[in-house]
């Protein structure tokens, strides 16, 4: 074979590897041999009829303007969702402040980003999606790539989307009690292990009045709704404080109260002493004789006639301390 020949066909064999190495899903069924130079001839004339370059500004005005603003959008909702959450949290901080978590101190829900892995992934992936960068071409050809693994896993993995892109999942939450002289922590608590009663009870109320607002949706842009404070918010408790602490009751009401909560308490007679301070109306319910009857009074009525039933109970005590023991004889 004559050299330059030689120095040709080695060049040609090469070229055909790098093309297969840069596009290996054009070249799955073509070798690297001279019987396939037809097939490799072919593609370049399609190539050169495509022309492909010309296509290239408009490839990336519509990457700038159409595939990366809605990964714009989406991640700007995303962070949207996040701050409604982080405001709403600093409306509770707000009402739990003012109230004596203990003598000296009060409690606030601490907001630390979550260590998962997979949701840190995310956001850094979704970040670099949107990012700039100083070398066009490169910004092209590398934000599409980003942006096209992104979606292909969003689409092909619905348990890791519905997780990643769930904004509640971004955050965890601490419970801390502060010294209210100088706002310094006293303690932080990640759950309720090794807790007294009242203090369990304190933290599930704070838990709760938490999820109760961020149900309702009682804040906007970070400040209480307007229309909250006209809005018929009902809360129906069950068995409400049964086995709890007159103090812990009086925690969980006073916070209810602050947070704007209209509450429908269904309860034994127990702690109605705490309770009807938190009340307008009372209703009894008896059952007997195979029927159930119900009361209806306002609290100041309530009041009157156990006003009255202990001053009956006390004359019939009264009457029974008076009355001497009648002798029987045998």
């Not at 064999?13 to 019987?35: Q, T, W, Y």
């Not at 303007?65 to 600093?90: G, K, P, V």
């Not at 092209?140 to 519905?162: A, G, H, Y």
């Amino acid at each position: 074979m004559c050299p330059t020949i030689g120095v040709h066909f080695s060049r040609m064999i090469s070229a055909m590897g790098d093309f297969a190495n840069a596009f290996p899903n054009d070249v799955l069924e073509l070798d690297r041999s001279p019987e396939a130079l037809s097939e490799y001839q072919q593609l370049l004339t399609g190539l050169i009829e495509e022309d492909l370059p010309r296509h290239e500004a408009r490839f990336k005005e519509m990457l700038n303007r159409d595939t990366i603003r809605a990964m714009a959008l989406f991640r700007s909702s995303l962070d949207r969702q996040e701050e409604e959450i982080n405001a709403r949290i600093h409306l509770i901080n707000q009402a739990l402040h003012d109230l004596d978590y203990q003598v000296g101190t009060y409690i606030e829900i601490d907001s630390i980003t979550s260590p998962d892995i997979e949701i840190r992934d995310f956001k850094q992936r979704l970040k670099s999606c949107v990012e700039f960068s100083t070398d066009d071409s490169l910004y092209s050809e590398e934000k599409f790539e980003r942006v096209k693994d992104l979606i292909e896993q969003m689409r092909n993995e619905p348990k890791w989307t519905k997780k990643v892109v769930d904004v509640r999942f971004w955050h965890l939450f601490n419970v801390v009690e502060r010294y209210r002289e100088d706002g310094t922590e006293k303690e932080c608590y990640s759950d309720s292990g090794g807790k007294s009663g009242g203090q369990k009870e304190k933290l599930a109320y704070s838990i709760l009045a938490a999820a109760i607002l961020l149900q309702y949706g009682l804040v906007e842009k970070g400040r209480a709704s307007q229309s909250s404070q006209r809005r018929f918010n009902l809360v129906v408790i069950d068995e409400a404080f049964a086995r709890g602490s007159k103090d812990s009751t009086r925690f969980g009401l006073e916070l209810f109260k602050r947070l704007g909560l209209q509450l429908l308490l269904v309860t034994p007679l127990q702690k109605l002493d705490v309770i009807e301070h938190y009340v307008n109306h009372v209703h009894f319910v008896d059952h007997a004789n195979n029927r159930s009857v119900l009361l209806n009074m306002t609290i100041e009525q309530y009041r009157d006639r156990l006003s009255q039933h202990k001053q009956l109970q006390k004359y019939q005590h009264m009457v029974q301390q008076n009355t001497p023991n009648e002798k029987i004889d045998g």
